[in-house]
């Protein structure tokens, strides 16, 4: 069986991979794997010529990312499309749950698109409502801060943030990152190193999705 697992970014791939084994789901691969990649994007090209590769097994996670042009199901028609000029018809919609789909030949196709499959944004979503603390005090306060300079952007005034409003949950997240025992430690090492809680409970349909996904 030839397995291929695909992720939008780096930062996702170690994410997912890390939480795998935190949740000891069974089959996940080794995230050095010749099989596991990052494609640095989720363009319908990009896509394409990925799902162009062989492949029994195809595990896919990408962000839903914000309009014009994202979105979870906007995002997931993107996959459709790429897969429909690879000759593999995916369901219409994408299920809250993720995608497990058996193709009629066999092969397997799983999607997860975060945060979780319906809402706009992206792996930071993800991450802040599943596993930063749910009382965590620095959390308040990073949120704090980024919408005072997201208000002082709206003003013109001083200091003020250079990023779009849209990007306001990694900004977030990154800024309470940088306050961990080891400042601005990425996310999958966050899974490792404990800044991040991974309870079962919080993350179980992802963890669900991730067993089916992964299943041999």
């Given at each position: 069986?030839?397995?291929?697992?695909?992720?939008?970014a780096?930062?996702?791939?170690?994410l997912v991979?890390?939480?795998?084994?935190r949740?000891?789901?069974?089959?996940?691969?080794?995230?050095?794997?010749?099989?596991?990649?990052?494609?640095?994007?989720?363009?319908?090209?990009?896509?394409?010529?990925?799902?162009?590769?062989?492949?029994?097994?195809?595990?896919?996670?990408?962000?839903?990312?914000?309009?014009?042009?994202?979105?979870?199901?906007?995002?997931?028609?993107?996959?459709?499309?790429?897969?429909?000029?690879?000759?593999?018809?995916?369901?219409?919609?994408?299920?809250?749950?993720?995608?497990?789909?058996?193709?009629?030949?066999?092969?397997?196709?799983?999607?997860?698109?975060?945060?979780?499959?319906?809402?706009?944004?992206?792996?930071?979503?993800?991450?802040?409502?599943?596993?930063?603390?749910?009382?965590?005090?620095?959390?308040?306060?990073?949120?704090?801060?980024?919408?005072?300079?997201?208000a002082?952007?709206?003003?013109?005034?001083?200091?003020?943030?250079?990023?779009?409003?849209?990007?306001?949950?990694?900004?977030?997240?990154?800024?309470?990152?940088?306050?961990?025992?080891?400042?601005?430690?990425?996310?999958?090492?966050?899974?490792?190193?404990?800044?991040?809680?991974?309870?079962?409970h919080?993350?179980?349909?992802f963890?669900?999705?991730?067993?089916?996904?992964?299943?041999?």
């Amino acid at each position: 069986m030839v397995r291929l697992c695909l992720f939008e970014a780096g930062d996702d791939l170690h994410l997912v991979m890390h939480l795998a084994a935190r949740l000891s789901i069974p089959g996940r691969p080794d995230a050095r794997g010749s099989g596991v990649k990052s494609l640095e994007g989720n363009d319908e090209a990009k896509l394409t010529a990925a799902f162009k590769q062989e492949w029994d097994q195809l595990v896919l996670v990408l962000d839903a990312d914000g309009p014009p042009e994202g979105g979870a199901q906007k995002t997931y028609w993107r996959v459709q499309r790429a897969m429909a000029a690879c000759r593999v018809v995916l369901p219409e919609r994408l299920p809250p749950e993720g995608l497990a789909h058996v193709c009629p030949d066999g092969r397997r196709v799983s999607v997860w698109i975060f945060p979780d499959n319906e809402r706009e944004g992206a792996m930071e979503e993800f991450a802040l409502s599943g596993l930063v603390p749910a009382d965590d005090s620095l959390l308040a306060h990073a949120a704090s801060q980024v919408g005072m300079l997201l208000a002082n952007r709206a003003s013109h005034t001083e200091p003020a943030a250079r990023f779009e409003p849209s990007r306001a949950a990694k900004a977030t997240l990154r800024t309470w990152l940088s306050w961990q025992k080891r400042p601005g430690v990425p996310p999958g090492s966050a899974v490792v190193e404990g800044a991040f809680e991974v309870d079962g409970h919080r993350v179980a349909r992802f963890a669900d999705w991730l067993r089916a996904a992964f299943a041999p």
